[in-house]
């Protein structure tokens, strides 16, 4: 019987994505705003590894962490937001089942590793503030090469399992996704076959993803905080404080987003909220990010002003070799 049933039902080779829903008249608008969003993501993280790389007062361990999670979110915001602006352009909602899939992969990929990278920075907070004369010894460039490398392996592992089974799935009947980008949920839900095995991957590999290097990160702050605390000077704790603050905000904004689309339940009127924080989590977190450790760091903004003083004379000379010429 249930043969006979599958035979009748139709298989379908696209989704369609509903994205914000029948928004024709906002659509210009909302693609000039996503526009803007992704060239200062791109611009804004693109400026971050840049002077990492060229400033050696910035070739410390935070920075080689906050180097590779910014190149971490320009792959981010680049494997979703072209996606939506073309949709957005055109008008086309639609996106073959294989390219859903492939598009949660690297979606799945990179929000672990970020998970993961976030813990690997509070770590070294924690032994810059609780550790600070073996800390140098505790992490040195080969340590931190070895955590950059075991997050992306490790998340490139755990996704390579769940989209095993997420590419032996069969899509039936029902095609369209009440969202702007793939979410594995909504697209688990939309099969015709046995999805148990692949919902408790899911569930495992998010689950360990996440709540893990959440737990690191609280212990992490706990032992900061109390350690701060315990300075007696004035001065002392702020100079302490400011070497993490940035860090700790990035990490609550995160966090915050990320419990709010997946962990807390939403009906069916509260869609339109849930989409809001997706957008938050997935499109606007990558933004403030570099904005968050220009404002908050004091290095950061010492790179970035000596960067600028040394194009303002380039700028000059090459002005007035134009002028004589």
């Excluded at 994505?17 to 200062?40: A, D, E, H």
């Excluded at 007696?232 to 995160?254: D, E, M, N």
């Excluded at 220009?294 to 000379?317: D, G, M, Q, Y």
Aim: glycine residues 4%.
């Amino acid at each position: 019987m249930e043969k006979g049933e599958r035979r009748n039902q139709t298989l379908i080779m696209e989704f369609i994505l509903l994205g914000f829903g029948n928004v024709t008249g906002l659509q210009p608008l909302l693609f000039l705003l996503f526009l803007v969003i992704f060239i200062v993501t791109v611009a804004g993280n693109i400026l971050i590894v840049t002077l990492v790389v060229a400033d050696r007062h910035l070739h410390t361990s935070m920075y080689f962490f906050l180097g590779n999670l910014s190149c971490l979110e320009i792959c981010y915001t680049s494997t979703l937001l072209p996606r939506l602006l073309a949709s957005l352009l055109t008008g086309d909602r639609t996106i073959s089942v294989k390219g859903c899939i492939v598009q949660m992969y690297f979606f799945g990929i990179l929000s672990a590793t970020e998970s993961l990278l976030l813990a690997a920075m509070s770590y070294d907070r924690y032994l810059a503030i609780c550790n600070p004369l073996r800390y140098a010894a505790l992490m040195n460039g080969r340590i931190c090469c070895q955590l950059v490398a075991g997050s992306w392996i490790s998340s490139l592992v755990g996704c390579t399992i769940i989209h095993i089974f997420l590419f032996q799935l069969t899509f039936c009947d029902f095609k369209e996704i009440d969202h702007f980008i793939c979410d594995i949920s909504l697209v688990i839900k939309l099969s015709c076959g046995d999805t148990q095995t692949v919902e408790l991957l899911t569930f495992i590999v998010s689950a360990i993803g996440t709540f893990v290097p959440c737990l690191l990160v609280l212990t992490s702050y706990i032992y900061i905080i109390t350690t701060i605390l315990r300075i007696p000077s004035t001065t002392g704790r702020q100079k302490a404080f400011s070497t993490c603050s940035a860090h700790l905000i990035v990490v609550i904004v995160y966090y915050m987003t990320l419990i709010t689309v997946y962990v807390v339940p939403t009906a069916n009127s509260h869609k339109v909220l849930h989409k809001l924080f997706s957008v938050f989590y997935t499109v606007l977190t990558p933004m403030i990010n570099p904005v968050i450790y220009s404002l908050r760091n004091k290095e950061v903004n010492e790179s970035l002003r000596k960067a600028i003083l040394k194009l303002i004379p380039f700028r000059n000379r090459h002005t007035s070799l134009k002028d004589k010429f």
